[in-house]
């Protein structure tokens, strides 16, 4: 038995080792693009992140960060958490294996019952494993273990700062110390493992909640070591885990602190009381309530509630790591989500109610319409010495008959409904059926965000497009596009781990039925569970899969027990349990090195930099103590990263346009962050605050239809006039805007001052900028904009990315001055109605060719998706307008040298050519660079053909890549006629007309 045990802690180990180097050697350097860049920030300052946040990964990613030699290494460092905890996954994956290899060749003989309930004694000996079995077993742990280390998803979030990592890192230790617990269950001292089960699922909560769902596989352990199977304790077992996942999910995580928020209102608002009084007050009682319990289990001998009681506690032990979360928002540091630093609005972070809801058990498909409104509870904020109500969460209330069981269909977004016809045949104006319902749920949901990314894990992916489907070993590359047939993510096991699973599965259900329903249980509840639960809409911003891993990695413990089942079949022909387990180990093992061979390019991301390089572009693409308006995620977290992290241009101010609808974020906008100065506005509190101007829907006044001055319309705000109030049905009032023509007079001496336009535009400076705003309603971040900008008097650079979208330009596209990969807000109008606004070329020159970096973007080694490639793209639009400015002003040499450095930075073998590349094709004549000119057309119209052939005959969620592909065709037969490429625009057109006919002209 020593000799065994020390057998399994070597080769865990080991296993352990070869992870932990292949995630090291393919570690992100940086930031990636998503969540990567604020958890990395808020791990380094310890700052407050997004809804649901993940305190105690922050703690641990602190920790990590510590060991940075400088703040550019941080990130590597903060990486490496994720690395280390997915090693740490194999390494628990490995021994489960192990241990339920082990009950599948060694049944050890045990007692029937539990602890203190057992009437057998413990069993007489342990049976050894021989040789034989034991290089089985230990080939079983190694190959599913290094299955799971190489698939794709797996991997994807090994390698950058991710929560997803360090929570399969709990589920696999959970699962592991379960078996450990079954082990030892008619030890008297077994109990402490369920306690640290529950602490560890405590500490996971602060990581995230996909842990939880290991809960009724473990029931089902426990439930197993009884004395007696029968269906109805099984179905008491899967009730009970069902509610002790309930409890942990609604009723702890956001349970306990909306009950201290209960207690906490109630005590300041009405006894009188200060701010934290009810908090304190219901904590004591908390307290007080489970030490009376605890010394009542003691008391009564009663060892079952005793141990539920300590593992309670020891759940609220690991959970406190979320203490961290209103601690330093008290502090209001510059990455402060939500501002949950009082008891209120820390349960309204908790239960993430800036997402919204779907409907999962019973509710109202996307055709249903209200038949009333009801309120919910009160809503409150912290005033000065009391909480304030600012309303009540109005819930819509459906007829019974417009409600269904399992609704699917429920986004009554016109977007979301397009897409659903793409997956089942709804048509307008009626009720989709329940069978409807289904057949999105199992067409869909299932089947393209489930099963296609198990496909994608065990049977072949077949590119990193989004929507990208299962590869299948008989499928060619011929005649696919060079995107699909060239791509890194391309990758191809043969099915070979799929059907390893397939036959481990097969032989654990012939040997250890119970055994197989556990993992089984764990498959299902980490897999499809989710997917039900999710109620994912028709389209995604990106691919899921991560959400699985969970799924996968129960799927990897049949891939290593298939190693038996082929031990197995050979020690019948070679009579030898040795050779045998040998031969099958190695067999085994060819498929954890195929998946490694084919994953490493799409996964190595050792020499990639373009996410966090792209923040810096944007931010260099601004003067010095500038406001900058981003987007969203991906335009959004590499910034924080850039500025937290690297200290990188912190005089400029990143506002996040989706966040501008909140009050809290604008409170953040008007504080002072590092050299960056208050927002400029005049709008207090209590004229944004929650509740308060939303939202300002258009209402004609006709005495201000001409237009009205913005100062004046934003001091008519700030005072809540009369002559803006409309009212409701209700009786409730609410602030509008009378028009949509604005103006601004402008103090040309002041924008002078502030250089805030080129000399050679200083002339064009107009007296009073006039612009409409085409909108039917006023969001809140609209209404900051326009304070901002009537407030500002130009002494603060205002900029947006050109990622932002256009309509939060708010009808200023005429006063944008394009400085890089930002537009500046100034007081000259272009008349160009080709482009928005003009371009500031001599300043954009400097930004783009000597401050941008574009670090190893011409390497063809590095594997860049779509992701990715989004952001050279929008460079290269942005090169374009740049040299065309200076074709203007007759400059060909500068024009040249600009297109010189932009093919030479995004080669096409790299970042290959996009829909922002046929322009080049004219100035590039223009210059005499005729060659690269008739090249880019000649492999551009090969490459859409190729496309668009193959997406003719694929289902309709490639339509996007349709239509970006006859855009292409478009521009260049628009741009072969303008160079004198007369024939091959002939040929071109011909091709479009070919394919525009396809689409039935649409």
């Not at 995580?253 to 200060?274: D, Q």
């Amino acid at each position: 038995m020593l000799q065994y045990n020390r057998i399994n802690n070597l080769v865990g180990w080991l296993v352990f080792a070869v992870a932990t180097i292949a995630y090291v050697l393919t570690l992100e350097p940086t930031a990636s693009f998503w969540d990567s860049g604020e958890f990395i920030a808020c791990s380094y300052k310890l700052l407050v992140p997004h809804p649901p946040g993940a305190p105690f990964y922050l703690l641990l990613g602190r920790i990590f960060s510590l060991f940075a030699g400088d703040p550019s290494q941080v990130a590597w460092w903060v990486n490496l958490l994720s690395a280390l905890s997915s090693s740490f996954t194999v390494l628990f994956l490995f021994w489960t294996i192990t241990i339920l290899a082990r009950k599948l060749l060694v049944p050890a003989r045990r007692p029937s019952t539990i602890g203190a309930m057992a009437t057998a004694t413990a069993p007489e000996e342990t049976l050894v494993p021989t040789l034989g079995q034991t290089i089985a077993i230990m080939g079983a742990g190694a190959v599913g273990a290094l299955a799971f280390t190489f698939s794709d998803s797996f991997w994807f979030s090994a390698v950058e700062a991710e929560v997803y990592a360090l929570s399969s890192f709990f589920t696999a230790f959970v699962v592991w110390a379960m078996l450990r617990w079954e082990s030892r269950a008619h030890d008297p001292a077994s109990d402490k493992w369920l306690i640290l089960i529950a602490y560890m699922v405590g500490l996971s909560i602060g990581v995230h909640l996909l842990n939880l769902v290991a809960i009724p596989a473990l029931a089902f352990i426990f439930f197993f070591q009884l004395k007696k199977y029968s269906n109805k304790g099984a179905i008491i077992t899967l009730v009970v885990s069902a509610l002790i996942l309930g409890v942990v999910l609604v009723g702890i995580i956001p349970g306990l602190p909306s009950l201290a928020g209960s207690f906490e209102v109630m005590f300041v608002n009405s006894f009188g009381l200060p701010f934290g009084s009810g908090v304190i007050f219901f904590v004591a009682l908390f307290i007080g309530a489970i030490v009376w319990a605890v010394r009542y289990a003691i008391r009564t001998g009663n060892r079952t509630l005793h141990t539920a009681l300590v593992s309670f506690i020891f759940v609220l032990i690991g959970y406190s790591s979320y203490l961290i979360i209103p601690i330093r928002s008290g502090y209001d540091p510059t990455i402060d989500e939500n501002d949950p630093e009082n008891i209120v609005s820390f349960v309204s972070y908790l239960k993430r109610e800036q997402y919204g809801d779907r409907p999962l058990l019973l509710g109202p498909q996307f055709n249903a319409e209200p038949v009333d409104q009801e309120e919910g509870a009160a809503q409150y904020i912290k005033g000065k010495d009391k909480y304030i109500e600012v309303g009540r969460k109005v819930e819509p209330v459906y007829d019974s008959k417009d409600k269904v069981l399992l609704p699917r269909l429920y986004s009554n977004q016109p977007g979301h409904i397009a897409q659903y016809k793409k997956w089942v045949d709804v048509q307008e104006g009626q009720k989709p059926s329940f069978g409807e319902n289904m057949s999105f749920l199992i067409r869909y949901q299932m089947g393209h965000m489930f099963w296609r990314y198990f496909g994608w894990n065990f049977v072949g992916r077949e590119g990193d497009i989004q929507q990208s489907g299962v590869l299948w070993p008989w499928e060619s590359s011929e005649g696919l596009p060079d995107r699909v047939a060239e791509s890194k993510a391309r990758n191809n096991f043969y099915m070979l781990p799929l059907a390893l699973g397939i036959i481990g599965l097969i032989f654990q259900i012939r040997r250890k039925q119970r055994d197989a329903f556990v993992v089984g249980l764990l498959f299902f509840f980490t897999g499809l569970a989710i997917v039900i639960y999710l109620n994912q809409p028709p389209i995604e911003p990106r691919e899921r899969d991560y959400t699985f891993a969970g799924a996968f990695y129960a799927y990897c413990i049949w891939i290593g027990l298939g190693v038996l089942a082929i031990a197995d079949f050979l020690r019948r022909t070679v009579k030898s349990d040795v050779l045998a387990g040998v031969v099958a180990t190695v067999i085994g093992l060819l498929i954890p090195g195929i998946m490694a061979a084919q994953g490493w390019d799409d996964h190595d991301r050792s020499d990639r930099y373009h996410s966090v390089d792209s923040a810096k572009n944007l931010l260099s693409s601004v003067a010095p103590n500038a406001i900058l308006f981003t987007n969203g995620d991906n335009d959004t977290f590499p910034l924080w990263y850039a500025q937290e992290v690297e200290g990188f241009r912190t005089d400029v101010r990143v506002a996040v346009l989706s966040y501008m609808n909140t009050d809290w974020y604008i409170d953040q906008m008007k504080r002072q962050a590092y050299e960056s100065d208050p927002f400029p506005m005049i709008l207090e509190n209590e004229n944004y605050r929650q509740g308060i101007n939303d939202y300002l829907p258009y209402v004609e006044r006709p005495e201000v239809a001409s237009g009205i001055d913005l100062k004046q319309y934003i001091q008519l705000v700030k005072q809540n006039h009369q002559a803006l109030q409309i009212g409701d049905r209700a009786g409730r009032t609410y602030l509008s805007f009378p028009t949509k023509n604005f103006f601004l007079n402008v103090d040309k001496q002041a924008v002078i001052a502030a250089n805030a336009v080129p000399t050679q535009y200083q002339d064009s400076i107009v007296s009073q900028m006039r612009w409409t705003i085409d909108k039917g309603g006023l969001e809140k971040k609209h209404l900051a904009i326009l304070d901002l900008i009537a407030n500002n008097n130009w002494k603060r650079p205002v900029y947006f990315s050109t990622t932002a979208d256009n309509s939060d330009f708010l009808g200023l596209d005429n006063y944008l001055q394009l400085e890089g990969l930002a537009y500046r807000v100034v007081p000259v109008q272009s008349r160009n109605t080709d482009q928005l606004g003009y371009i500031a070329k001599n300043i954009m020159y400097d930004n783009m060719m000597n401050k941008f970096s574009w670090r190893n973007l011409d390497r063809t080694d590095i594997f860049y998706d779509e992701n990715y490639l989004r952001f050279p793209a929008n460079a290269r639009d942005k090169y374009y307008q740049l040299t065309m400015e200076y074709l203007k002003a007759g400059d060909k040499a500068t024009a040249k040298k600009i297109m010189d450095h932009v093919f030479a930075v995004f080669p096409d073998k790299s970042i290959p050519y996009d829909y922002y590349v046929p322009p080049f094709v004219v100035p590039l004549y223009e210059v005499g660079e005729q060659k690269r000119a008739q090249e880019i057309v000649n492999t551009m119209a090969a490459r859409a053909d190729n496309s668009l052939r193959y997406y003719f005959t694929q289902n309709s969620m490639f339509e996007t890549e349709i239509r970006i592909n006859l855009y292409i065709l478009q521009q260049l037969i628009q741009v072969a006629r303008q160079v004198g490429m007369t024939q091959k625009a002939t040929e071109i057109e011909q091709k479009f007309m070919q394919y525009y006919g396809q689409m039935g002209g649409s």
